[in-house]
């Protein structure tokens, strides 16, 4: 097991062991650079994960207190879960749904293609498609993405059957189990999906794709990795000429180490990588760590969600099977005579019955939840994904009197809907009851949005210092040796799923960091 010592300043110091933490650590490694790797959470395995809602949702989710303000649906349903994400050894991969989309050439560009809308700080990526392509290729190959690489599609379950039918009756043309990091076959020593319809609870199988059982093992294989599980950034530490030099974290007991760095890099989500650069304000730095321009935090995104949920006469089972293959893209193009600029997803989805409590009406019980509930076979549903509109005013912060067992400021999430969403989100609905009646629904239900599971933003990339925290690479405007490696450096959030672009981001900037320590640049 390698390990190093906390003043060995030699070591890249990664924090979050997630899509992009765990991805870039990795890539570090293979090219032969030490990297100690922080993790807040413990380390499960497919062995240990639970395939029952609740008992999962407490071993694998961030449960730490986090606050909520403005005026959108979450502050109010669930004002101290404003994000669903996870804290464990390899983070939200451990529970993501799967589905990996390539972003469209118009989305890196929103600014341009949109035009001016109103109240929203729209800007163009500082990288086009065409330079992220190969890294997307890369990505689609390591992650074993479905309809990639002559990889077949995965099966469809009763719900896409349902979800295909009516997007045939709607005059859809881009239905299908869609593209996903999850094995339709065997695949590098990981078994295919089995179908067992337990996707939010953790891969017992391993068939779909995390850094806990692919990426990890492979950096530690290499001798360059020391993983430091249940290990909590509080904060990074800089020299006089402004240069990461180490970080802060506590342990499981609380007592606090540090570790020195040559280069350090955040990847613990668009809540926790704002939340630690804050906390590291200091005379140098005196509103957080790389916040000169004052963005660190802002133009916070989530997406544009929502759900429709259909009863039928007969059973449609859509618990079994994979949970989310099964899409349709044709609404996930700018067409602003709908009403509104960027485009959605239209994805199948499924929820056990302790999370349908939760989530169906929230705080709502009674003759219409329990009938719902016993008509639970007989439902069809899905989820809508859509890009939601920067703003400013969207922010992560910290708190004035908030803080974790650690004494550390707790985050606090605050978010106002942008006419545009609301717009977008309102279609949606419409599309998706639509669909459901096309093929018989005896009755549908709008789903108000869940909490976040894509956190994108705070962090995100510009041209111009002024207008973000980093540079295309990643790389901080003001740090040079400081790096944010996932979807907080997101400069918009475009309509498809946010992992396979955080692992792209991810594997590019590897290269960029390997080429910097060879010549000093960073």
């Known amino acids: 097991m390698t390990t190093y010592s906390y003043d060995d300043q030699s070591v890249v110091v990664v924090i979050g062991s997630g899509a992009g933490g765990g991805t870039l650590a990795n890539e570090l490694c293979q090219k032969g650079i030490p990297v100690v790797l922080l993790e807040a959470g413990k380390r499960q395995s497919t062995a240990t994960f639970i395939n029952d809602e609740w008992p999962s949702f407490e071993q694998l989710s961030w449960g730490d207190t986090r606050t909520t303000s ?20 390899g983070g939200t991969t451990t529970h993501w749904a799967g589905a990996s989309l390539r972003f469209q050439e118009h989305e890196f560009r929103a600014r341009q293609t949109y035009g001016e809308v109103k109240d929203a700080a729209l800007l163009d990526w500082p990288l086009t498609l065409a330079e992220l392509e190969p890294f997307y290729a890369r990505a689609e190959e390591k992650m074993g993405v479905t309809r990639t690489n002559n990889i077949p599609g995965l099966p469809g379950n009763n719900n896409f059957k349902v979800m295909y039918n009516g997007a045939m009756k709607l005059g859809y043309k881009e239905c299908s189990t869609g593209h996903m990091a999850i094995n339709s076959r065997a695949r590098d020593g990981r078994a295919q999906c089995m179908q067992l319809g337990f996707c939010f609870q953790g891969c017992k199988m391993g068939a779909k794709w995390s850094t806990l059982y692919t990426e990890i093992p492979a ?3 290499t001798g360059k990795l020391e993983l430091r599980a249940e290990a909590h950034a509080v904060r990074i530490e800089h020299d006089a000429k402004g240069r990461a030099t180490a970080v802060v974290y506590a342990d499981a007991s609380g007592q606090l180490h540090r570790q020195q760095a040559r280069l350090v890099a955040v990847a613990g989500n668009a809540i926790e990588t704002p939340r630690l650069l804050l906390n590291s304000a200091s005379t ?9 321009a004052g963005n660190v935090g802002k133009h916070y995104m989530r997406h544009t969600t929502g759900s429709v949920f259909a009863e039928f006469k007969e059973p449609v089972h859509f618990y079994r099977g994979n949970i989310m293959a099964g899409l349709i893209g044709d609404e996930a193009r700018f067409d602003p005579a709908r009403g509104f600029v960027g485009g959605y997803e239209m994805e199948t989805i499924s929820l056990g019955p302790s999370f349908m409590a939760a989530f169906l009406k929230p705080g709502a019980w009674g003759r219409g939840f329990a009938s719902v509930m016993d008509n639970y076979a007989n439902l069809a549903g899905m989820w809508l994904v859509g890009e939601d509109m920067p703003r400013e005013t969207n922010q992560v912060s910290i708190s004035a009197s908030v803080k974790d067992r650690f004494g550390i400021p707790v985050a606090n999430v605050h978010y106002d809907d942008h006419p545009n969403d609301i717009a977008m989100r309102e279609h949606a609905y ?57 979807g907080s450096q997101f400069t918009t959030s475009a309509a498809e799923n946010p992992t ?3 692992v792209s981001l991810a594997i590019r900037q590897a290269e960029h960091i390997a080429q910097s320590l060879k010549t000093n640049a960073a």
């Open 70 to 89: 403005g005026t959108w649906q979450i502050a109010q349903d669930f004002p101290n879960l404003p994000a669903w994400i996870c804290k464990t050894v």
């Open 219 to 221: 950096a530690e294989a």
């Open 284 to 292: 140098l730095f005196p509103h957080g760590l790389g916040n000169g």
């Open 430 to 486: 419409k599309q998706g009851t639509a669909l459901y009646e096309a093929v018989g629904a005896l009755k549908t239900h709008r789903v108000p949005p869940y909490p976040s599971t894509h956190n994108m933003g705070t962090c995100r990339m510009s041209l111009k210092e002024a207008d973000g925290v980093c540079n295309k690479h990643g790389q901080s405007h003001e740090v040079p040796n400081l790096f944010i490696s996932d």
């Open 500 to 502: 396979l672009t955080i």
